[in-house]
């Protein structure tokens, strides 16, 4: 397997699973920012109603950048096939239109040897496109791309479908999976990614066997996904990214970070104070009951539903930590008398000593002692219980390149050491 993308199998929406398996170990929440967390599940299910079938509302807002004919997307129904969507046509400048015998060809007509990875809401196939047109190509000619192909029968799926074109179709950033096009005809419709050869950070940190990644090349992955987060979170852009993962960060052949899976972003406020209005019905439903127990969403966000600017920084605090320790929050295998994993983790990333304890040891105590200190310092702040507490993203990216400088500065120092005159 050499993709990890939108939907691979280290984030192949399985996540109904993985809250399965936190609720099984018990964890007790702890003081401070888990307050929130303790108010807003007590009533949740009274208040959200996410223990019953979504309702569909028929109305759809109307979007600039992707619509039918009168400038809207048509609502789906329950069922996410009742409503023909055979005379929708998308308009999207930035982006190639395909049409599902190109893509049929371009994948051995969806061939199951081409699969890359499977979730819920639909499969990801490996295809082959000309490098400069696009086009597509038989397999093996021009270059891989990766192609998901959403379930026609899920409603949600056609909501991230419709977030992914709307986001990846706007916005360009080396440190954003690049979305090559689209196709949306009758009741199909795919996304045409660019290929992604080293799959997840996810995978890179927690799969058994994996290589591991040296201190340098996480300093490398966090400064580009900053970059990418910083680059949403512009006034220009005035972007919120909403599910800030490990699975989500893609790396390239050279280790560069790419930012995937958009299915929660929206357009936040001016303001990085401001909140972002509730997610709509509609899509809230999909994302929220598995969401509000990660430990990657930030405290405000489990409580009100509300996103903030800063609600991602919590989201990036916490891939600090997961790079720091080597442990995956989500999967720790906690005994039912500790805590969440970030309030477990808080005392030991304030104590120097204390943190050498906690450090991936994979890492075989190869890092800077400074370095691997600011950073703990810089994951505190990110892990604000409150989100004006936290830094921006200017402010994180600022800090990581900072360490970055000191280990470089490092680095030429023992060369100009070691090529000097002997010592007599």
């Known amino acids: 397997m050499v993709f990890a993308g939108p939907s691979s199998p ?50 759809v807002k109307q979007d600039a950048s992707v619509g039918s004919k009168n400038g809207k997307l048509p609502a789906a129904s329950s069922s996410g096939t009742d409503e023909a969507l055979a005379a929708a046509k998308v308009i999207m400048p930035n982006l190639k239109m395909y049409t599902l015998a190109e893509l049929k060809s371009a994948t051995r007509s969806f061939s199951t040897d081409t699969i890359l990875g499977e979730g819920k ?27 998901k192909k959403y379930n026609p029968d899920s409603h949600q799926g056609l909501c991230k479908w419709k977030s992914e074109v709307k986001f990846l179709g706007k916005f360009s950033h080396p440190n954003l999976v690049r979305l090559l096009g ?56 005035n972007a919120i990214y909403g599910l800030f993962k490990s699975s989500n960060i893609l790396l390239d052949a050279d280790y560069n ?33 598995v969401y509000e127990r990660y430990v990657y969403a930030a405290p405000e966000y489990i409580a009100t539903g509300h996103l903030y600017v800063k609600s991602d920084v919590y989201g990036f605090g916490v891939i600090l930590l997961e790079m720091l320790t080597g442990l995956q929050t989500l999967h720790l295998t906690c005994s039912s008398s500790q805590q969440n994993p970030v309030e477990w983790a808080r005392p030991w990333l304030h104590d120097k000593r204390k943190l050498r304890t906690i450090m991936d040891p994979r890492l075989e105590a190869r890092y800077p002692m400074k370095a691997a200190t600011q950073t703990a310092e810089l994951t505190l702040k990110c892990l604000e219980g409150y989100p004006e507490a936290r830094p921006s993203m200017d402010e994180v990216l600022a800090t990581l390149e900072h360490i970055d400088i000191i280990r470089e500065k490092k680095k030429e120092a023992k060369a100009s050491t070691s090529s000097g005159p002997p010592f007599h």
């Open 257 to 289: 970070a790419k930012l995937s899976d958009f299915g929660l972003a929206k357009l936040g406020p001016a303001r990085e104070d401001s909140r972002v209005t509730k997610l709509e019905e509609e899509e809230e439903v999909i994302e929220r009951y």
């Open 10 to 59: 280290s984030s192949t929406d399985s996540d109904t699973e993985s809250v399965a398996k936190v609720e099984k170990r018990g964890w007790k929440l702890g003081k401070s920012s888990d307050q929130l967390r303790r108010k807003a599940l007590r009533g949740l299910s009274a208040s959200r109603g996410l223990t019953k079938s979504p309702k569909v509302s028929p109305k």
């Open 182 to 237: 689209y196709c949306w005809e009758d009741n199909h419709y795919l996304l045409v990614y660019e290929y992604i050869q080293r799959e997840s950070l996810e995978n890179h940190l927690f799969t058994k066997g994996a290589e591991p990644l040296p201190w340098d090349v996480r300093l490398k992955i966090a400064i580009g996904a900053a970059r990418g987060l910083h680059f949403l979170h512009t006034s220009e852009n």
């Open 121 to 147: 809401f639909g499969r990801v196939f490996k295809g082959w496109v000309d490098e400069n047109t696009l086009v597509p190509s038989h397999v093996g000619n021009g270059i891989p791309v990766a192609i």
